[in-house]
């Protein structure tokens, strides 16, 4: 199993660039197959889950073709099936973004259960009373495999329960082409549904109110290639911002939308960094001791459950006690187990941990129990006295594009070390 070995307390500084976002592209990439034409998506970000999209894009019959590391072309005049196989679509959650995308084309789709990081159960029951709302019929589910089909597509009115990520995208996705007007009540903000909204729009499809909680979507009989860039990740620039923290250092933050980083901005200020605002990039530097302060993740414009690990390992550091209210996830407190053997005391009830403050972590051997809990435990090292080991990289590798060379660039003692090598070693 390959490892990072880090060994910590070095002060980061220097300056880091962000790359495309990982929820945005995710996204985008699926609704792809919406064109039936070629589209250019330029600031991809190089990481797992953008292979995988690919991947399925290929298996669904679309031309893909690399033009270099962050740009991609893809031709969906050439799809030959509207099912999605086991093998890949088990590998990301976001596979499920193909439902949307080729029931909204095609009228038929059928795809697995996604796989994905685990922090409880994540049901899909909005997505699917969003398809069968716009006239779709869903049939119990076979094989694990979700079947969608309708003769016609019919735009309507959907009220999400509870404001979801996936189902608001799911549902633009399916209704682009319907017939008539789709108003989503109850939307999802985050900055990667108006990403997505824009890319459709730039395609020819007609979304306004993206961004806000009532999406509506007129459907529209054909779409167009298009050329889109997409927007910077507001979690891994977050996760560099709270390394400056971590390790009192002096880090810019480059290719960033600062607005979409205001939530974490204001947590990091509370905790008594200084933090400068440019255009495109943030400077985050931290001499002093931090200060407790107390967390609810929410919804955007709240702050983010996927910085949530990250905060809580700063939490460990500052001075004070501080509490932890996790609004969106129903067990994502995992990666606490983990931290305890670095020596951090939190104290898990449900939804809530309390965590203490002015603990001194130490190096350890440690996992990823997901993706941001390895972005969590690469932060706990960094600041740790001592070397530790982290396992179980490829959660953290899923969502974070060259994240030792970017940390090396900006002073980290940090080295990926392959299976091959630590058995060579070992011999
Ligand atoms: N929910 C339901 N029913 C549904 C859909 C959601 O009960 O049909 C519940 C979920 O169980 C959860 C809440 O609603 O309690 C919010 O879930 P949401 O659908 O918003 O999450 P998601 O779309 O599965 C995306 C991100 C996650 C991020 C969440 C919340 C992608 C690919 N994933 O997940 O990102 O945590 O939104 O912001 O966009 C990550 O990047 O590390 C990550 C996990």
Redesign the pocket.
């Known amino acids: 199993m390959d490892k990072y070995i880090i060994r910590g307390e070095n002060r980061l500084h220097g300056t880091v660039d962000i790359s495309g976002a990982?929820?945005?592209v995710?996204?985008i990439l699926p609704a792809t197959v919406l064109a039936g034409d070629v589209c250019r998506i330029e600031n991809i970000p190089n990481i797992a889950?953008v292979n995988t999209a690919l991947e399925i894009l290929a298996e669904l019959g679309c031309g893909v073709r690399r033009i270099d590391r962050h740009t991609v072309e893809i031709d969906s005049t050439t799809i030959v099936t509207q099912t999605v196989s086991h093998d890949l679509a088990k590998k990301?959650?976001?596979s499920y973004?193909f439902i949307g995308a080729l029931l909204g084309r095609f009228g038929r789709a059928r795809v697995p259960m996604p796989g994905?990081?685990y922090?409880?159960?994540?049901?899909?029951?909005?997505?699917?009373?969003g398809f069968a709302c716009l006239g779709a019929t869903v049939s119990p589910m076979k094989d694990g495999m979700i079947d969608a089909h309708a003769d016609k597509m019919v735009g309507s009115s959907v009220y999400?329960?509870?404001?979801?990520?996936?189902?608001?995208?799911n549902i633009m996705l399916a209704a682009v082409y319907a017939e008539g007007l789709t108003v989503i009540e109850n939307a999802?903000k985050?900055p990667?549904i108006v990403d997505l909204a824009n890319f459709l729009n730039s395609m020819g499809a007609d979304i306004r109110g993206a961004g806000t909680d009532v999406i509506k979507i007129r459907g529209v009989s054909r779409l167009y290639g298009t050329t889109y860039s997409i927007i910077p990740d507001q979690?891994e620039a977050g996760t560099y911002m709270a390394a400056a923290v971590a390790t009192h250092g002096d880090v810019t933050v480059r290719n960033v939308i600062p607005k979409h980083l205001e939530s974490i901005t204001a947590k990091l200020q509370e905790m008594g960094a200084t933090i400068e605002e440019f255009d495109e990039e943030i400077r985050v530097s931290c001499p002093d001791k931090t200060r407790h302060c107390n967390v609810k993740?929410m919804?955007?414009p709240g702050f983010?459950?996927?910085m949530q690990p990250q905060i809580a390992v700063l939490l460990t550091m500052a001075e004070g006690t501080s509490i932890i209210n996790e609004g969106?996830?129903?067990n994502?407190f995992r990666y606490v187990d983990e931290l305890r053997r670095m020596g951090a005391e939190i104290q898990v009830d449900g939804k809530l941990a309390v965590v203490q403050g002015d603990s001194q972590l130490t190096g350890a051997p440690v996992k990823a129990m997901?993706?941001?809990a390895g972005a969590a435990m690469v932060l706990a090292a960094l600041a740790a006295k001592g070397v530790t080991e982290i396992e179980e990289i490829q959660f953290i590798e899923?969502?974070y594009e060259d994240l030792v060379e970017k940390l090396r660039g900006l002073g980290a003692d940090i080295r990926r070390v392959t299976e091959e090598e630590l058995v060579i070693k070992q011999a």
């Not at 999400?160 to 995208?169: E, K, R, Y």
Request: glycine share 8%.
């Open positions: 990982k929820n945005a995710v996204a889950d990301m959650r976001a973004y994905g990081c922090f409880g159960v994540r049901p899909i029951d909005q997505h699917l009373k999400l329960d509870m404001v979801s990520v996936g189902a608001t995208v999802a985050e990667h979690i993740t919804p955007h983010p459950t996927d969106v996830w129903e994502r997901d993706l941001r899923r969502g």
